[in-house]
């Protein structure tokens, strides 16, 4: 055994048995924690063992019939690994003490997390479609069990289950088919009998199986416009599980794309790519813009979920487009970027779904209308906050613009490389690139600065405390891997390079200056923090010497002479959003409401003004509303078939087998 | 780092610090004389920020620190940009940081900064301005990005060093339709980040209009110094950064004196010439209705997406 194999049976072990003993010790939320930090380092140790080249083969034959069950780690598993296990860490941390309240605290609950990490550590380790398959089946059931966890208390935590169930399973139906299909050629599941019968593959099969993959695959990753469940399921799960969600198991969308797509089909046509990328970049603008507007904070974030996986599918579909025109450097570079922003996007998410966690503990809303004020009671959450934010908006030094610098080298370098697909494809994904980035740019700053500055907008804001410790260490543990992520991306970028060669060749080099091969470019994130850190520094010691009063004195705010400002005077996210909603008014086409009611002498003269809003998802309303209202027409129309006597549904059940047996005697 | 890299680094931010407040006194002077009045000289902004920094440093009461050092941050990231980009000199004194992308983004934190302190202060004002600054930055940075990618393509690499000295080899390229395009959508996007006309109107205090000075209406003092003296260092260097992506001659290609004087001239020279014509310009514009902006940005972008095309198809 070695350390990747020995690694994964113990993230495994320890995560059954702390399930188990969460069933049985009193102190459930203390054990779960401790186990689920524990199994996620094993996950970790074993990811990173695979990813400098160690492997196993695990054959489990009895586990499940017919086909069995068959682990492996490569290099690229072991990445999607080791990133949930380093998630788990921080949420295992995090969950001590936040797990502490009456719902979260239920035995079942408790339960399901350390396997909710298992399964999700199993799936880029399966080695057969049958492996992959269950693995993947347990993560969408344990994940569905904890985002109902608070269901007792909220009555719309059902409702966004329901959704979760039908779209994952609906999901998992589209990747059954796609993989099915394929082992029905290659004649066996393994991922290795699938990979060499790819060759032999027609291109109908080969598309269809595809198409089939990226549609259940992009499900997961709340692709646009199979998102439907990610803003709902995402704020209604507990924090440490939307953090857990959002940052680790959407990631395994992305894994299984670039498994199915480079690794078993061995990398396709062009139009499947330019379809992975059209699809990425819808997905950055439409779920960025939907954060832009949201108030909520947990549903912003989730939406932003779905910005980023957009990006990351921006890059993986640049990657398949220049590896199917043979360029393999190119590839590499776009899945090296593609892979980074993964596992940067992991880092922030897990940081800002847990600050927020922090803050809807404290204050009990996610209503960002309502917080604000937050910065001198909670100075730990607000700082984890607002570095999550610097990494989620593609600032310098931030997490986010390493891998968002390296995937626009990518595509401004493909130009000149590919034909004229390339040409059209990639101005208008940078261009798609760069509204993201800065549409990002102002969501975050709308979601700290109103959020977490200025004074407290509600009873609520204004009685928050600091969260317990451990919560803040969980953070901590988040917001360290997000400056290293930022700061020294060459850490992982060894890891990542490992990975990325399902698509191409290694492609960034260097340690403090990472230096792109084969084509130029160059970019030093240490040195451009360093040099602000020192800008900074200088300048403050520059001011001290010039000015003359040295002291700061305090004073009232400007209120143009018209008494004490309040905080409802303050601009609201609702109002920070307003010019937005207005340029972009014919993609999100808000709802608006206004209601003016006059004093009774003169109708010149307005009591109250009443402003309502709301920004559906248009997406939604197009495409879910017609399917759900035909289902739920073919609901009622087929109550006529069920009037409640057996003796009639005795008659359906003999009818159909009937049929069934005429059928096979025809067909056979 | 070259030896040219380093005389660079130290006479960059020290020209752009010290000729900043001058070229802002220059467009004002034009602007004045132009309309008729006398104009208060050019050396006047270099006086306001002397008054201001002897003046008291005043916190509003519930700001946090984001307030206090908010300013610093602004004028942190012009300073690096001007120690980075090839202004007076083709060598960075830190090359790998010396990235259209990287600098740009520079620029953006420092309006992101701002924008915090606008909203960090909870006055209607400071969240007005902190909104429109960032629906404005959401809408410029695809039409930066995308000139930006369409100046890349041609010399095969986003480092500024190596846009500018391709430019110096192949004179020629600056007329090509790609450039041209490209140029101008630029020009309009640097008018919106700066803050001048149509986009914003520097010299108006207590317009329901305003955008930037919105933002900074609770600042006093030596905090308001640093303010003012980034909002010039802002123009200098994204005028200086136009001026040397598409006219490069003068810069020093080598570490002689004379060359450095002759990059020193010419940057200023160059940045002047910019600056009056944006200047004399403003004049005869009025301030664009606030919902018009997006349609003036979007016709840019327009323009940046026809450079990008020009460059694959007409090369």
Known sequence: MNLAATGLACAVAIGVLTALAALVVPARSAVVGVGTVLSGAAAMLAGCAAMSGVSFVVALPALLPLSGMLFTLDALGGLFVAVTGAVAVAVGVYGISYTRAPDLRARGVQAVLPLFVVAMVLVPAAASAGAFLVCWELMALFSLLLVVAEHRRRPEVASAGRWYAVMTHLGFLSVLIGLMVFVARAGDDSFSALRDSARHLSPLVAGVVFVLALLGFASKAGIVPLHAWLPRAHPEAPSHVSALMSAAMVNLGVYGLVRVGFDLLGGGPVWWWLLVLVLGAVSAVYGILQAAMSTDLKRLLGQSTTENMGLVLVGVGAAGLFASSGNRTLAGLALVAALLHVVGHAAFKTLLFLAAGSVLHATGTRDLDELGGLRPVMPVTTAAFGLGALAASALPPGTAFVSEWLLLQALIHGLPASGVAAAVAMPVAVAAVALTAGLAVATFVKAFGVGFLAKPRSAAAAGAHESPVTMLAGMGIAAVACAVLALAPAVVLPGIEAAARVAGDPAVSGAVTLRLTGVTGALSPVLLGLALIVAVVALAGVVRVVATHRVRREARLWDCGGGPMSPRMEYTATSFAEPLQRVFDDVVQPELDVDVTHHEESRYLVRAVEYRRKVPDRIERRLYQPVLRFVATCGERGRVLATGSVHRYLGYGFYTVCGLLLLLAVTR | ?315
């Not at chain 2, 602004?74 to 001007?82: K, W, Y």
């Open chain 2, 1 to 315: 780092m070259s030896a040219l890299g380093v005389v660079g680094g130290i006479a960059q931010p020290v020209l752009i610090v010290a000729g900043s407040p001058l070229l802002v006194g220059v467009m004002r002077q034009v602007r004045a004389r132009l309309e008729g009045r006398a104009g208060a000289g050019v050396r006047q902004p270099w006086r306001d920020l002397r008054k201001l920094l002897r003046k008291e440093t005043i916190t509003p009461r519930g700001t946090s620190e984001v307030f206090r050092i908010a300013p610093l941050l602004l004028v942190a990231t012009s300073l690096v940009v001007a120690v980075v980009v090839p202004f007076v000199t083709t060598d960075s004194a830190i090359d790998p940081v010396a990235d259209l992308f990287a600098v740009v983004a520079l620029l953006a934190l420092g309006a992101v900064a701002l924008a915090l302190a606008g909203l960090d202060t909870g006055t209607a004002f400071g969240g007005m301005g902190a909104s429109r600054e960032m629906t404005i930055l959401a809408l410029v940075e695809p039409t930066l990005l995308v000139a930006i990618f369409a100046l890349s393509v041609r010399v095969g690499s986003t480092n500024l060093g190596a846009i500018v000295s391709s430019t110096l080899h192949d004179p020629a390229r600056v007329l090509s339709p790609a450039s041209l395009l490209a140029a101008v959508a630029l020009i309009v996007v640097i008018v919106a980040e700066t803050g001048r006309l149509p986009v914003d109107n520097p010299s108006t205090h207590l317009e329901l209009t305003m955008v930037h000075e919105a933002m900074v209406l609770e600042y006093a003092g030596p905090d308001l110094a640093l303010i003012e003296l980034a909002s010039a260092m802002r123009l200098s260097v994204f005028l200086g950064l136009l001026a040397n992506l598409f006219l490069p001659w003068g810069i020093a290609t080598a570490a002689t004196p004379a060359a450095l004087v002759v990059g020193v001239l010419a940057l200023v020279v160059k940045v002047g010439l910019l600056g009056v014509v944006l200047a004399a310009g403003e004049v005869f514009l009025a301030k664009l209705r606030l919902f018009r902006v997006p349609e003036l940005l979007a016709g840019s972008f327009l323009l940046a997406l026809l450079a990008v095309a020009a460059s694959y198809f007409l090369a």
